[in-house]
Each structure stands twice: as C-alpha cells, then as structure tokens.
Nanobody
Framework: VQVVESGGDLVQAGGSLKLNCTVSGLNFAGYTMAWFRQAPGKEREGVACIKSSADLTTYSDSVKGRFTISRDNARNVVYLEMNSLKPEDTAMYYC????????????????????WGQGTQVTVSS
C-alpha cells in the first residue's frame, strides 16, 4: 500500500490551499480516510475524516467551517481543501488509512489508522 500526499506550500494568513492524497495497493473505495497534522513539538492531531462512501465527514473543532475533506473513489484520491488559513495551521499534514469503521475512525485517534503517507508541509505566514 502506498499513500502519497502533495499540495503543501507556503501561504499567507487568510489564504487557501488544497492538499491531495493518492492511495494505491488497496480497494480505496472500501476504506475510511483521514487527514492528520503535526506541528513541531506537538502531538499529531486529527483534522478530518471521511467515510468510504463519502457521505459522512468529521472535523476537529480547530478546522470546522474552514476545511473540507472530500474524495474521488474513481481516482483513489482524498482531498483537503483549506480556507482562511491561520499561522496555527502550520504543520506537516499526513493522510492516513484505517480498517476501522467510520464510526470508530471519526474519533480521529492516530492509533486507529494503520497506513500513513510521508506528509506534505503547510506553512502559513502572518
């Protein structure tokens, strides 16, 4: 299984970015997916989660209303659209796959996710 994130960049506060995560080596449409982030010196934080069928999503309070997770099961891709970015959004962003059901995965605990990408860096300047 391979998970590859892209789309990270340096952006000014208030700006937008869209992250992509391409997954290969498994039946993508059968798995719940999530985005996590980790800032230097901080623990990994769950950001958003999307059910395999794409009809249910969960967001952390810190990004709710600003970020949107979506997926294209035909292309094996999950997206994270980020708007109204803040300096505190600066982090390495990771895409992750879980074999758990959505109803377990939506708690956004890193230990529930078994396959991870290498991450893509998002830096928001003030």
């Amino acid at each position: 299984v391979q998970v590859v994130e892209s789309g990270g960049d340096l952006v000014q506060a208030g700006g937008s970015l869209k992250l992509n995560c391409t997954v290969s080596g498994l039946n993508f449409a059968g798995y719940t997916m999530a985005w996590f982030r980790q800032a230097p010196g901080k623990e990994r934080e769950g950001v958003a989660c999307i059910k395999s069928s794409a009809d249910l999503t969960t967001y952390s309070d810190s990004v709710k209303g600003r970020f949107t997770i979506s997926r294209d099961n035909a292309r094996n891709v999950v997206y994270l659209e980020m708007n109204s970015l803040k300096p505190e959004d600066t982090a390495m962003y990771y895409c992750a796959v879980t074999a758990e059901t959505y109803y377990v995965a939506r708690a956004l605990r890193a230990e529930d996710f078994s396959v991870w990408g290498q991450g893509t860096q998002v830096t928001v300047s003030s």
